[in-house]
């Protein structure tokens, strides 16, 4: 039983980027941590800083997390064009994927439960409960609250995504598809508000760019 944690990451926070990898112990026996900005971010560079990826390396190295580190050749058409890279990335040597983000973090993790509850379903994905925390700027759309997220989705079904809020499809797996609870035995908390105003400015002027470009539309599976 081998879970390949996805994490999309793009000019966040150092510490936001340290506190993410550090908490995947327990959680996750591999990391793929996938740089790179979309097209319809504003001003953007192609890809993060140095110091990011190098915040990587070493917070897996203090938890002896084997990492892979993906660099982009070309910024990525919208946020859900570089998640669908991401899942087909982190699928290829797992069983399972768990996605996360560089604003997150794992609060809670029981190791042999989990697993042991992977291992023994036949379901396609699974939810873990989630606290969107929402301190610091008001952003819309970010209000605080808890409740379940589809964050493990098992290897091969994790071929399409619909939507960029983890909504994924693939081979045999829907929107609707039941999920296995997991909230008993993995928690996450969502800080995406809480990166400085530069970074929320950004994140704001994206939303108003992907909308004038219908990107992130839900799509179909082919």
Same mark, same amino acid.
């Given at each position: 039983?081998?879970?390949?944690?996805?994490?999309?990451?793009? !000019? %966040?926070? /150092?510490?936001?980027?340290?506190?993410?990898?550090?908490?995947?112990?327990? *959680?996750?026996? @591999? &990391? +793929?941590?996938?740089?790179?900005?979309?097209?319809?971010?504003?001003?953007?560079?192609?890809?993060?800083?140095?110091?990011?990826?190098?915040?990587?390396?070493?917070?897996?190295?203090?938890?002896?997390?084997?990492?892979?580190?993906?660099?982009?050749?070309?910024?990525?058409?919208?946020?859900?064009?570089?998640?669908?890279?991401?899942?087909?990335?982190?699928?290829?040597?797992?069983?399972?994927?768990?996605?996360?983000?560089? !604003? %997150?973090? /794992?609060?809670?993790?029981?190791?042999?439960?989990?697993?042991?509850?992977? *291992?023994?379903? @036949? &379901? +396609?994905?699974?939810?873990?409960?989630?606290?969107?925390?929402?301190?610091?700027?008001?952003?819309?759309?970010?209000?605080?609250?808890?409740?379940?997220?589809?964050?493990?989705?098992?290897?091969?079904?994790?071929?399409?995504?619909?939507?960029?809020?983890?909504?994924?499809?693939?081979?045999?797996?829907?929107?609707?598809?039941?999920?296995?609870?997991?909230?008993?035995?993995?928690?996450?908390?969502?800080?995406?508000?809480?990166?400085?105003?530069?970074?929320?400015?950004?994140?704001?002027?994206?939303?108003?760019?992907?909308?004038?470009?219908?990107?992130?539309?839900?799509?179909?599976?082919?």
């Amino acid at each position: 039983m081998k879970i390949c944690a996805a994490l999309a990451w793009f !000019d %966040e926070p /150092v510490e936001f980027l340290d506190r993410c990898v550090r908490s995947l112990e327990g *959680a996750a026996d @591999e &990391l +793929l941590a996938l740089d790179g900005a979309w097209k319809y971010q504003p001003n953007a560079a192609m890809f993060s800083g140095a110091e990011q990826e190098e915040t990587i390396w070493e917070a897996a190295r203090a938890i002896s997390l084997p990492l892979r580190v993906s660099i982009p050749h070309a910024m990525f058409e919208s946020q859900v064009d570089k998640r669908i890279a991401l899942m087909e990335m982190a699928a290829e040597r797992a069983d399972w994927v768990f996605v996360i983000d560089g !604003d %997150e973090y /794992v609060t809670y993790a029981e190791s042999e439960t989990l697993r042991r509850d992977l *291992a023994s379903t @036949e &379901l +396609l994905c699974g939810y873990v409960a989630f606290k969107n925390l929402n301190r610091g700027e008001v952003m819309p759309g970010t209000t605080p609250h808890s409740g379940l997220n589809r964050r493990l989705y098992k290897a091969g079904t994790t071929v399409k995504t619909v939507h960029s809020g983890y909504m994924y499809e693939g081979l045999n797996l829907l929107v609707s598809e039941e999920a296995l609870d997991l909230r008993h035995c993995l928690a996450l908390e969502h800080d995406n508000v809480n990166r400085g105003r530069e970074r929320n400015q950004a994140a704001r002027d994206y939303r108003v760019a992907r909308s004038q470009y219908r990107a992130e539309m839900w799509m179909p599976v082919a």
